[in-house]
């Protein structure tokens, strides 16, 4: 074991470990003394970040979803949000930082209290990087004009493409051959009405 000072963000390797920890053996698995363990730390400097593995996890999900709005968010910073472009560069987004971060996946949607309301109002208690999909998605319903029922299955399907391409993409018994792209399997699914 390392010395009880540790250099760099001990948190995020924290956190990092954890979300790796549940993506391969589920949250079951994890505990703070297995995570102090794999990085290097005495089990008293995890409990200085996280009182209880209930509090870690809720901070694993949390970083996620922190950095997946600020890559969706980043993605689309000064796009006309009713352009298809915009949607498809955040779905192409939305895919790539799963495929970058596998581990990740798991972690927020596993045995997730994550609640996601699918309708085209904004819902304030909604998951943030939904929201701000439902937001650019009906931006393209409107420009489009489609009837509400209409939006709402476009919606869906959007959704349901993005997360279903993700596990794919991200499944280890799952291999893709031949010259299958990301962003031409997304940018068909756009044309679905």
């Not at 540790?6 to 589920?26: A, D, F, R, V």
């Not at 997730?112 to 929201?131: A, C, G, M, Q």
């Amino acid at each position: 074991m390392k010395e009880n000072y540790h250099h760099g963000n001990l948190k995020n390797e924290l956190l990092e470990t954890s979300i790796q920890m549940i993506s391969e053996k589920g949250f079951e698995y994890l505990s703070l003394r297995k995570v102090a363990n794999l990085c290097g730390v005495s089990h008293n400097a995890i409990y200085r970040h996280f009182e209880s593995k209930e509090q870690l996890i809720s901070c694993c999900r949390k970083y996620v979803t922190e950095a997946l709005t600020e890559r969706l968010e980043q993605t689309i910073k000064g796009m006309e949000t009713s352009k298809l472009e915009t949607l498809e560069a955040l779905c192409e987004a939305y895919v790539s930082f799963y495929r970058e971060h596998p581990t990740y996946f798991s972690a927020l949607y596993r045995n997730s209290d994550r609640k996601i309301i699918f309708t085209l109002e904004k819902v304030e208690e909604n998951y943030p990087p939904f929201e701000l999909f439902r937001g650019v998605v009906c931006a393209n319903i409107e420009k489009r004009n489609m009837t509400k029922e209409e939006g709402e299955n476009y919606l869906f399907r959007l959704w349901s493409l993005v997360h279903g391409m993700i596990s794919l993409f991200i499944a280890s018994n799952v291999e893709l051959r031949g010259d299958l792209k990301q962003e031409e399997l997304l940018c068909k699914g756009f044309t679905i009405n």
